[in-house]
């Protein structure tokens, strides 16, 4: 457990940002997604985001939630995987967007906490060729590996700011290998117990392990539909929720 509880509660705004694609778009949302376009014309408030209005009322507090999709389609590419956080945030770091996208330089002037996560193909994971490759997009547990190293070490360049990662979103079952669901838990688990450390400005929220609930696969109750490994409503119901008081506990390091 993180120590060094921190009191928010002034007039002063909290910034935080959550990057994330469809899966993320669910939670935020409760399980009620809504199609892009009338979001875009008729904006509205999230679950999350009244969810926080309403926590501001009780609790004397000023956090201030908003969300965006990372990296977009255009530039970039629809990818939010590890080579592609370590591409924007480590290699092309600097005070200037890269395709488009925002760099730590950029986001951490902006936002005290930066929420990112992976999309389920995160968990495809293909098996070793013993030839770890920091600047490979292939998705291999070496690969990852370094990937996530050099994304703590940036991290840890900005000790005033803090970072809640999602341990990755799962697969259901007819959509990857138990080769690949393997590699993925054993990844999982290793971001969890050996890079995960105590003390610093980084904070993991079990989304995986929400997903699963110990098995290998996103649970079909837990999912879309048994072909598709988004969230489905009832799910995304239950654990918005617990995304926000996750936040809270990130907040005052609880």
Request: hydrophobic letters at 35%; one cysteine or more; a negative charge.
């Amino acid at each position: 457990m993180k120590n060094n509880l921190q009191n928010t509660s002034s007039d002063k705004m909290y910034k935080i940002i959550f990057l994330h694609h469809s899966t993320g778009q669910l939670i935020v949302n409760a399980g009620n997604e809504t199609n892009r376009i009338i979001r875009y014309l008729f904006p509205q408030k999230t679950y999350v985001s009244q969810y926080f209005s309403d926590f501001n009322s009780i609790n004397g507090t000023n956090y201030d939630f908003t969300e965006q999709f990372f990296p977009k389609n255009n530039p970039y590419g629809w990818n939010n995987y590890p080579y592609d956080y370590y591409n924007i945030w480590v290699k092309n770091a600097g005070d200037q967007t890269y395709l488009d996208e925002p760099t730590l330089e950029i986001l951490t002037k902006q936002y005290e906490l930066i929420i990112f996560k992976h999309c389920f193909p995160v968990s495809n994971i293909d098996e070793d060729i013993n030839k770890p490759d920091i600047n490979s997009a292939d998705k291999t547990l070496e690969n990852y590996k370094l990937q996530y190293l050099a994304l703590k070490q940036k991290l840890h360049e900005f000790p005033n700011n803090k970072f809640l990662i999602w341990t990755g979103a799962s697969q259901v079952m007819a959509n990857t290998t138990i080769e690949q669901a393997l590699r993925a838990k054993t990844f999982f688990e290793w971001v969890k117990n050996d890079w995960n450390i105590d003390n610093d400005n980084i904070f993991l929220w079990d989304f995986y392990a929400l997903e699963t609930e110990g098995d290998l696969f996103l649970k079909n109750e837990n999912a879309s539909n048994t072909y598709d490994s988004h969230p489905g409503k009832s799910f995304a119901k239950k654990v918005a929720p617990l995304f926000c008081q996750k936040i809270i506990d990130v907040i005052q390091h609880k």
